[in-house]
Nanobody, 126 residues
Framework: QVQLVESGGGLVQAGGSLRLSCAASERPLSRYAMGWFRRAPGKEREFVAAITRSASSTLYADSVKGRFTISRDNAENTAYLQMNSLKPEDTAVYYC???????????????????WGQGTQVTVSS
């Protein structure tokens, strides 16, 4: 059982930045593609970003493209989500997730991920 622990959330003004971290309990993290999802109050969980096992490819939701950057440090067993130019509509609980299946998987689909963190709250004030 892999445990994922997110950190780095908080309250920030619009236009500000935050960096979320996702630390995994199991090595090597390179076994897993990593994804970030979020759930805003009253809304469904939605895809934010994903990164392949070797970090050779990344994928972003249109709503965050150009503002958010997903990365990973397999040596540190940690994935990251750098969030810049934050908007009030980015307010949500952010979750990281690990996927161990085939590389052809559509990483935007949450149901296939094997492990999830507990989430970290991000609040952006206007």
């Amino acid at each position: 059982q892999v445990q994922l622990v997110e950190s780095g959330g908080g309250l920030v003004q619009a236009g500000g930045s935050l960096r979320l971290s996702c630390a995994a309990s199991e090595r090597p993290l390179s076994r897993y593609a990593m994804g970030w999802f979020r759930r805003a109050p009253g809304k469904e969980r939605e895809f934010v970003a994903a990164i392949t096992r070797s970090a050779s490819s990344t994928l972003y939701a249109d709503s965050v493209k150009g503002r958010f950057t997903i990365s990973r440090d397999n040596a540190e067993n940690t994935a990251y989500l750098q969030m810049n130019s934050l908007k009030p509509e980015d307010t949500a609980v952010y979750y990281c997730a690990a996927y161990a299946g085939r590389s052809s998987y559509d990483y935007t689909r949450s149901y296939g991920y094997d492990y999830w963190g507990q989430g970290t709250q991000v609040t952006v004030s206007s």
